[in-house]
């Protein structure tokens, strides 16, 4: 496992990489929310459920305060995102990718996909900011195999309109979660939730 931490632009953004023990040619590239961090549940999980298949792992450790938020630049905030996963794997000779974003990660995932690197990578879309202009038109018209999950109360991000539109592009799986919220959870309901979460783990398992 390496534990670095990159300057970069002007936003310090940490990263850890973790490796097989054999080298492999695989990587997924996970892209957190602002306060949801790879150790949240979901992102969690998702690392054990990729290093188990043989992937290296890649974790954006970016943090935000909210006065860092109010003024982000999307473009920069995505152009400091991929000099940091260059600097992380600069060593590396990867050809088959993923990448899992979560909500402010869709932000940097959308500007990302133009990379020639993440051609034919296959995608999951965490509750994506859809009311970002940018992260929408990237879904509508994107070309990777994409996996998208919503929760049906996220008032953050699921945009009934804009959710139509995404059904045209033939490369999105869509989910819509019922009940759950933007972290994919249901109010109150930590039982149901873990079960929740269970069935979000197995869907991108499948995918």
């Given at each position: 496992?390496?534990?670095?931490?990159?300057?970069?632009?002007?936003?310090?953004?940490?990263?850890?990489?973790?490796?097989?023990?054999?080298?492999t040619?695989?990587?997924?590239?996970?892209?957190?929310?602002?306060?949801?961090?790879?150790?949240?549940?979901?992102?969690?999980?998702?690392?054990?459920?990729?290093?188990?298949?043989?992937?290296?792992?890649?974790?954006?450790?970016?943090?935000?305060?909210?006065?860092?938020?109010?003024?982000?630049?999307d473009?920069?905030?995505a152009r400091?995102?991929?000099?940091?996963?260059?600097?992380?794997?600069?060593?590396?000779?990867?050809?088959?990718y993923?990448?899992?974003?979560?909500?402010?990660?869709?932000?940097?995932?959308?500007?990302?996909?133009?990379?020639?690197?993440?051609?034919?990578?296959?995608?999951?879309?965490?509750?994506?900011?859809l009311?970002?202009?940018?992260?929408?038109?990237?879904?509508?018209?994107s070309?990777?195999?994409?996996?998208?999950?919503?929760?049906?109360?996220?008032?953050?991000c699921?945009?009934?309109?804009?959710?139509?539109?995404?059904?045209?592009?033939?490369?999105?799986?869509?989910?819509?979660?019922?009940?759950?919220?933007?972290?994919?959870e249901?109010?109150?309901?930590?039982i149901?939730?873990?079960?929740?979460l269970?069935?979000?783990?197995?869907?991108?398992?499948?995918?």
């Open positions: 496992m390496i534990n670095n931490k990159e300057i970069i632009g002007s936003k310090n953004i940490p990263f850890r990489l973790f490796e097989q023990k054999v080298e040619n695989t990587l997924v590239i996970v892209l957190p929310g602002a306060g949801y961090t790879t150790q949240a549940p979901l992102l969690h999980f998702t690392t054990g459920l990729f290093y188990n298949k043989g992937f290296d792992v890649l974790h954006i450790n970016y943090i935000f305060s909210r006065q860092e938020m109010s003024v982000l630049n473009e920069d905030f400091d995102v991929q000099l940091t996963i260059d600097n992380a794997i600069k060593d590396k000779e990867y050809n088959n993923y990448v899992v974003a979560k909500s402010i990660g869709t932000k940097a995932l959308s500007y990302l996909l133009d990379n020639t690197m993440l051609k034919d990578a296959k995608v999951v879309w965490l509750t994506p900011l009311q970002n202009d940018g992260v929408f038109n990237a879904m509508v018209n070309e990777n195999k994409g996996l998208c999950i919503f929760g049906e109360k996220d008032h953050f699921f945009i009934a309109e804009r959710f139509e539109k995404l059904k045209n592009n033939k490369n999105l799986l869509l989910k819509v979660v019922d009940g759950a919220n933007h972290s994919l249901l109010d109150k309901e930590p149901k939730s873990i079960e929740l269970k069935r979000i783990i197995s869907d991108i398992n499948k995918f």
